[in-house]
C-alpha cells in the first residue's frame, strides 16, 4: 500500500514539474516575441523618425545669408538685429523655399570667399555682377538696382567726376566703387576702407577729397551731415543688384530665381524698396 501511494505521489510531483516546464518555457517564448515585437516598433518609430527629418531638411533647412552690416539701407545694424531691404528681401526667399534664414555679418570683401568656401549659402549686400566675381560665384537674376554717386566735402570745388584727376578718392574695400575709383583716379589715389561710415569720416575731417558710393546709402550720410557733404554730379553708373552662391549651386540659383520672380510679381519687392527709399 505504501508502495502504491509513493508512486501516485511521485506521479503528481513529476506532473506538476511537467506542468511548471511546461509554463516556464511558454512564460519564455511569450517574452521573446513581446520583446521582438517591441525591437521591431522601436526600429520602426526611429526609422520613421529619421524619414521625417530627412523630408524636412530636403524641404526646408537653414539658408546662411554672408552680408556686411554697414550699408544703409541695403544692410544695417538696428541695435542687436540686422535690418534692410536685402535682409527683407532675403526673408522673403527663404520664407519662398522654406527655409529658415540666418544671417553673418561680414567684411564686405569677404561675403564672396565665404560664399566659395561653403560656410555660407549665398551672399546679399548690394552686390552687382562682376565678371571678375563671376569667376568665383554664380549670380541670380536681378532684384533691385541702384547707381554710383560722387560725395565731396560741401567747400569743395569739385563739381563732377572730371575734377577728380589729382584727387584721393575714397571707396569700401571690394566694392564696384572702389573698381571705379581706380579707373578714374589710379590705384595710387584710391583711399580704401572697410565701411563707407569709416570714409565720411575721412571725407568730413579732410583726409580725403571724394567718396564713390552707391546711392542709396549715400542719401544716409547726406541726411545725417547736412550741411557738411554734399553730391555732385551725375551719376557714374547704374548699379543691378543680385544674390551669389557657389558656381556649383545652380539648384539654389534656379530656385531663387523662381522666388525673386514670384516677389517681383506680387509688387512685394516694391513694396520693400520704398519703405526703405521712398519715391522722390
Same mark, same amino acid.
Given at each position: /500500500?505504501k ?5 501516485l505521489?511521485?506521479?503528481?510531483v513529476? @506532473? ?5 516546464g ?5 512564460a519564455?517564448?511569450q517574452?521573446?516575441?513581446q520583446?521582438?515585437?517591441?525591437a521591431?516598433?522601436e526600429?520602426?518609430?526611429t526609422e ?5 527629418? @530627412? %523630408?524636412?531638411?530636403?524641404?526646408g533647412g537653414?539658408?546662411v /545669408?554672408?552680408?556686411?552690416a ?12 540686422i535690418?534692410?531691404?536685402d535682409v ?8 519662398k523655399?522654406? /527655409?529658415?534664414l540666418q544671417?553673418?555679418?561680414m ?6 570667399? #565665404? ?8 551672399g ?11 569667376? #568665383?560665384?554664380?549670380?541670380?537674376d536681378n532684384?533691385?538696382g ?10 569743395s570745388e569739385?563739381?563732377?567726376?572730371d575734377?577728380?584727376?589729382?584727387k ?7 566694392t564696384?566703387?572702389?573698381?571705379t @575709383?581706380?579707373?578714374m583716379?589710379g ?12 570714409a565720411?569720416q ?11 558710393i552707391?546711392g ?6 547726406l #541726411?545725417?551731415?547736412?550741411g557738411k557733404i554734399k553730391?555732385v554730379g ?7 543688384? %543680385?544674390v ?7 539648384e539654389l540659383i ?15 519687392i516694391?513694396?520693400?524698396m520704398?519703405k ?5
Amino acid at each position: /500500500m505504501k508502495k502504491k501511494v509513493f508512486a501516485l505521489t511521485m506521479a503528481a510531483v513529476m @506532473a506538476a514539474a511537467s506542468l511548471t516546464g511546461c509554463g516556464s518555457k511558454e512564460a519564455e517564448t511569450q517574452a521573446a516575441a513581446q520583446e521582438t515585437s517591441t525591437a521591431q516598433a522601436e526600429g520602426e518609430a526611429t526609422e520613421a523618425e529619421e524619414t521625417t527629418e @530627412a %523630408a524636412a531638411e530636403a524641404e526646408g533647412g537653414v539658408l546662411v /545669408m554672408a552680408t556686411n552690416a554697414e550699408f544703409e539701407p541695403w544692410e544695417y545694424h538696428d541695435g542687436d538685429s540686422i535690418v534692410g531691404i536685402d535682409v527683407e528681401i532675403a526673408q522673403a526667399i527663404a520664407d519662398k523655399l522654406g /527655409m529658415e534664414l540666418q544671417i553673418e555679418d561680414m567684411a564686405f570683401d569677404a561675403i564672396i570667399p #565665404s560664399v566659395v568656401s561653403g560656410k555660407a549659402d549665398i551672399g546679399m549686400a548690394a552686390i552687382s555682377y562682376d565678371e571678375d566675381r563671376a569667376k #568665383s560665384v554664380s549670380f541670380s537674376d536681378n532684384y533691385a538696382g541702384s547707381s554710383l554717386v560722387l560725395l565731396v566735402a560741401e567747400d569743395s570745388e569739385i563739381a563732377s567726376a572730371d575734377d577728380l584727376e589729382g584727387k584721393l578718392v575714397g571707396a569700401q574695400t571690394g566694392t564696384t566703387g572702389e573698381l571705379t @575709383a581706380t579707373e578714374m583716379v589710379g590705384d595710387s589715389n584710391v583711399e580704401r576702407y572697410n565701411s563707407y561710415f569709416e570714409a565720411v569720416q575721412s571725407l568730413l575731417t579732410g583726409k580725403i577729397d571724394a567718396i564713390i558710393i552707391d546711392g542709396a546709402p549715400a542719401k544716409v550720410f547726406l #541726411s545725417q551731415n547736412e550741411g557738411k557733404i554734399k553730391q555732385v554730379g551725375d551719376a557714374l553708373s547704374n548699379e543691378e543688384y %543680385a544674390v551669389v552662391a557657389a558656381l556649383d549651386n545652380t539648384e539654389l540659383i534656379e530656385k531663387i530665381n523662381g522666388a525673386i520672380s514670384e516677389l517681383q510679381e506680387s509688387g512685394e519687392i516694391d513694396t520693400i524698396m520704398n519703405k526703405y527709399i521712398p519715391a522722390e
